[in-house]
C-alpha cells in the first residue's frame, strides 16, 4: 500500500510538471504536496547542472530542499556508496570498485543520463600561437613525468612563454577521464600542477597568467569564455572546437563524453526523489540551456526517460 500511495505522489508530482507523457504516468491529482530534503554531491562539472535542475523544481515544490554539494566524482562516490548521499553527480562512470564498495555497504542505485560535456581546454585570451593543439601534444604538456614548462617546447614556432597549468583535483571525474583519454590511462599524469576541485580556481588562474593552460567541463567554459579562449582540439581527424553540435555528433573526439546523476535506490523510493528525476528529464532541455550544457540528443532523451520509466516500476511496482 505504501508503494501505490508513493507512486502515486510521484505521478501527480510529474503530472504537475508537464511529464505525463513522457514517463506514462497518471494519477489523481489531488496529492499532499511534496516535502523532504534530497542531498546531492560529486562532481564539480555536473553541480550547476543539478542546481539549475533543483531551482526549478523547488519553485513547484516549495515543501523540498535540494542541497547539492561539490567534492568532486570520486569523493562523491565514497560518500554516496555509504549511503551519505541521495543522489551522486559524476562526470564518468562508476567504476568497478565504487560498486564493489557500495555493494559491500548495501547500497543499491540506479544510474542516469542527464547531459553531455565536451572538456574544454582553455587559454589565456592574450594567447595567439595556440589555436590547435594535438592530443599528441597534449599528452607531451600533461602526461606523467613531462618536464615541459614553457610553450616554446610544445611546438616549433611556439613563443618563449612560460607554461603555467591548472587543471582538476585527482578526486575528480574529470581528471580521470581526461588523463584516460590523453595520456592513455586514468589518473596518469604530471603533478606539479594547481590541482582544485573548484572550477573557479582554473578560470582565475588562467586568465590571470598569459602563458596560463587548463580544462575543464564546458559550461564552465560558456559562463567564463570573456575570460578565456577555448583551444580547438585534433585528435586526428582536424582541428574541432568544443560546442553543442560538434559534441552531440560526436565530432569533438576524444574529449566528449556523458553525464550521469546517480541515485540510491532507498531514496529514489521516495516521492521526492523520484519527482525530482522525473523533473530533470522533462525539462532537460531547459535545463541544459539554463545552466550552459550540452543538452541530449532527442534519441538519448527517448532512452534516458524510457529508463526512469523502468526505474519507476522497479522502484514503485
Given at each position: 500500500?505504501?508503494?501505490?500511495?508513493?507512486?502515486?505522489?510521484?505521478?501527480?508530482?510529474?503530472?504537475?510538471?508537464?511529464?505525463?507523457a513522457?514517463?506514462?504516468?497518471?494519477a489523481?491529482?489531488?496529492?499532499?504536496?511534496?516535502?523532504?530534503?534530497?542531498?546531492?554531491?560529486?562532481?564539480?562539472?555536473?553541480?550547476?547542472?543539478?542546481?539549475?535542475?533543483?531551482?526549478?523544481?523547488?519553485?513547484?515544490?516549495?515543501?523540498?530542499?535540494?542541497?547539492v554539494?561539490?567534492s568532486?566524482?570520486g569523493?562523491?562516490?565514497?560518500?554516496?556508496?555509504?549511503?551519505e548521499?541521495?543522489l551522486?553527480?559524476?562526470?564518468r562512470?562508476?567504476?568497478?570498485?565504487?560498486?564493489?564498495?557500495?555493494?559491500?555497504?548495501?547500497?543499491?542505485w540506479?544510474?542516469?543520463?542527464?547531459?553531455?560535456?565536451?572538456?574544454?581546454?582553455?587559454?589565456?585570451?592574450?594567447?595567439?600561437?595556440?589555436?590547435?593543439?594535438?592530443?599528441?601534444e597534449?599528452?607531451?604538456?600533461?602526461?606523467?613525468?613531462?618536464?615541459?614548462?614553457?610553450?616554446?617546447?610544445?611546438?616549433?614556432?611556439?613563443?618563449?612563454?612560460?607554461?603555467?597549468?591548472?587543471?582538476?583535483?585527482?578526486?575528480?571525474?574529470?581528471?580521470?577521464?581526461?588523463t584516460?583519454?590523453?595520456?592513455?590511462?586514468?589518473?596518469?599524469?604530471?603533478?606539479d600542477?594547481?590541482?582544485?576541485?573548484?572550477?573557479?580556481?582554473?578560470?582565475?588562474?588562467?586568465?590571470?597568467?598569459?602563458?596560463g593552460?587548463?580544462?575543464f567541463?564546458?559550461s564552465?567554459?560558456?559562463?567564463?569564455?570573456?575570460?578565456?579562449?577555448?583551444?580547438?582540439?585534433d585528435g586526428?581527424?582536424g582541428?574541432?572546437?568544443?560546442?553543442?553540435?560538434?559534441?552531440?555528433?560526436?565530432?569533438?573526439?576524444?574529449?566528449?563524453?556523458?553525464?550521469?546523476?546517480?541515485?540510491?535506490l532507498?531514496?529514489f523510493?521516495?516521492?521526492?526523489?523520484?519527482?525530482?528525476?522525473?523533473?530533470v528529464?522533462?525539462?532537460?532541455?531547459?535545463?541544459?540551456?539554463?545552466?550552459?550544457?550540452?543538452p541530449?540528443?532527442?534519441?538519448?532523451?527517448?532512452?534516458?526517460?524510457?529508463?526512469?520509466?523502468?526505474?519507476?516500476?522497479?522502484?514503485?511496482?
Open positions: 500500500m505504501k508503494k501505490v500511495i508513493a507512486f502515486a505522489l510521484v505521478a501527480a508530482a510529474v503530472v504537475a510538471g508537464s511529464a505525463a513522457a514517463v506514462g504516468a497518471s489523481p491529482a489531488a496529492q499532499k504536496p511534496l516535502k523532504g530534503t534530497i542531498i546531492a554531491d560529486g562532481s564539480s562539472t555536473v553541480g550547476p547542472y543539478t542546481t539549475a535542475a533543483a531551482e526549478g523544481f523547488q519553485k513547484r515544490h516549495k515543501g523540498v530542499r535540494v542541497t554539494g561539490i568532486g566524482t569523493g562523491g562516490f565514497e560518500r554516496f556508496c555509504k549511503g548521499t541521495d551522486q553527480n559524476a562526470s562512470p562508476m567504476r568497478n570498485s565504487e560498486a564493489v564498495a557500495c555493494r559491500d555497504n548495501g547500497v543499491k540506479l544510474a542516469f543520463t542527464v547531459a553531455n560535456d565536451g572538456l574544454t581546454v582553455v587559454v589565456n585570451r592574450s594567447n595567439t600561437w595556440a589555436q590547435c593543439l594535438t592530443t599528441a597534449l599528452k607531451l604538456i600533461w602526461d606523467s613525468g613531462s618536464k615541459v614548462s614553457n610553450w616554446k617546447d610544445v611546438r616549433p614556432g611556439f613563443p618563449d612563454v612560460p607554461l603555467k597549468l591548472y587543471g582538476p583535483g585527482t578526486d575528480s571525474g574529470t581528471f580521470d577521464y581526461f584516460e583519454a590523453v595520456n592513455g590511462r586514468a589518473k596518469r599524469s604530471r603533478s600542477y594547481l590541482a582544485t576541485e573548484d572550477d573557479n580556481i582554473i578560470v582565475q588562474g588562467v586568465s590571470g597568467e598569459r602563458g593552460l587548463g580544462y567541463g564546458f564552465y567554459y560558456e559562463e567564463n569564455k570573456d575570460k578565456l579562449r577555448a583551444v580547438s582540439v586526428g581527424r582541428c574541432v572546437t568544443p560546442s553543442l553540435k560538434t559534441v552531440q555528433l560526436n565530432q569533438y573526439r576524444p574529449l566528449s563524453r556523458p553525464l550521469f546523476i546517480y541515485a540510491k532507498p531514496s523510493r521516495r516521492p521526492e526523489v523520484a519527482a525530482f528525476v522525473g523533473y528529464f522533462n525539462n532537460e532541455k531547459a535545463i541544459a540551456r539554463r545552466a550552459d550544457f550540452i541530449l540528443t532527442d534519441r538519448q532523451l527517448k532512452k534516458a526517460r524510457y529508463q526512469y520509466k523502468q526505474a519507476l516500476k522497479r522502484a514503485f511496482g
